[in-house]
């Protein structure tokens, strides 16, 4: 399932992008949590609408510049881009799951025999 992910050919995503989204949602798109602060993370890398997208839930800073409904679509290129940009505000280790699950441990796994 993660070569979905590799075949979109960003490099963010090898390998560090595809544990994070097995992890996250179990690679579906359409995966939303409530979190105990009322908010709700969207979609296949989990992406929090307090920050990151938009929504009529809670007030945001809406850093992605996105609608949290496009987080939920099988078409995955915005959830990518609001990825690449969290990672490049917060890096990585902003997502608890990466922390858990996927920090300082081998994540050839979710890559092995994809085409790159």
Not at 7 to 30: D, E, I, K, V
Request: proline content about 3%.
């Amino acid at each position: 399932m993660g070569c979905i992910l590799t075949n979109m050919h960003h490099t963010w995503l090898l390998p560090a992008g595809t544990c994070l989204a097995s992890t996250a949602s179990s690679y579906n798109s359409q995966t939303t949590t409530r979190n105990s602060d009322g908010s709700t993370s969207y979609g296949i890398f989990q992406i929090n609408n307090r920050r990151w997208c938009s929504s009529d839930q809670v007030p945001s800073f809406n850093s992605c510049r996105i609608s949290c409904s496009q987080l939920l679509t099988d078409d995955i290129t915005a959830d990518i881009e609001c990825a690449k940009t969290i990672a490049n505000q917060q890096s990585i280790l902003f997502w608890p799951g990466w922390q858990a699950n996927c920090q300082a441990r081998e994540l050839g796994q979710y890559i092995a025999g994809c085409e790159l």
